[in-house]
């Protein structure tokens, strides 16, 4: 009795270790299909690093930066119109690393930090708390502010390297890891790739309006 009993432990410990594979959430709200998406991808592009935009499906992929719990996420996102005032913002949540299994849902939470964050930009109230629900009540969109940026008045500039996972930071602050692409203002900017082990490459660029740049960086050794 007492080996079928420390058997039964044993099993149970080493299933609670093996990690779930990641499932789609979804969050309906009664908005607007391209007033959800626009607002979605308001949102990952301030947020994270925006790798692909598909305008006409409606839908985008962006990664995450690292944190205590994880070395960042991979996110596929997409919007399905259910009526022309209702419709549904789907992601699908991955690890950039697949040795990531025990970040204690990590990718759930960063889902659902997403969800609230979309919800907030809808309102143009950063400071509304908006909890996570099935359903969504409707959430009122102001017209644009005139003082608005144009996407067209930043420039792009993709960071490429050899060793891919480095960290990549613009003007001293973590934008991502390599590979990545990131959308900056008109003007002279600083950027630098940095891994354990290797000596920092950084490069000083000025970005033109509507410039699409791309930069290869080499890691030498220490």
Known sequence: ?????????????????????AKPKRKEYDNSAA??????????????????????????????????????????????????AKCALVINVQHK???????????????DQFYAQVSEE????????????PEAPPVTVPPPPVASTPARDYGTVAVT??????????DGSF?????TSVRLSPGKHTVQVSLAGYQSWSREITVMAGADLRLIATLTKE
């Open 1 to 21: 009795m007492t080996q079928r009993i420390l058997f039964a432990v044993s099993a149970a410990l080493i299933l609670a270790q093996v990690p779930a594979f």
């Open 35 to 84: 007033q959800v998406f626009d607002a979605a991808l308001r949102t990952a592009r301030e947020r994270h690093v925006v790798t692909y935009v598909d305008e006409k499906r409606l839908m985008f992929t962006f990664e995450t930066g690292r944190s205590p719990l994880s070395s960042g996420f991979v996110a596929n996102a997409s919007v399905e119109a259910e009526t022309e």
């Open 97 to 111: 690393e697949s040795g990531d299994g025990f970040s204690f849902n990590a990718g759930d939470r960063m889902a």
């Open 122 to 133: 809808l309102a143009r109230d950063s400071t509304q708390k908006t909890a996570v629900k």
């Open 161 to 170: 390297c050899s060793i891919e996972s480095a960290d990549v930071t613009v």
């Open 175 to 179: 934008v991502g890891n390599l590979p």
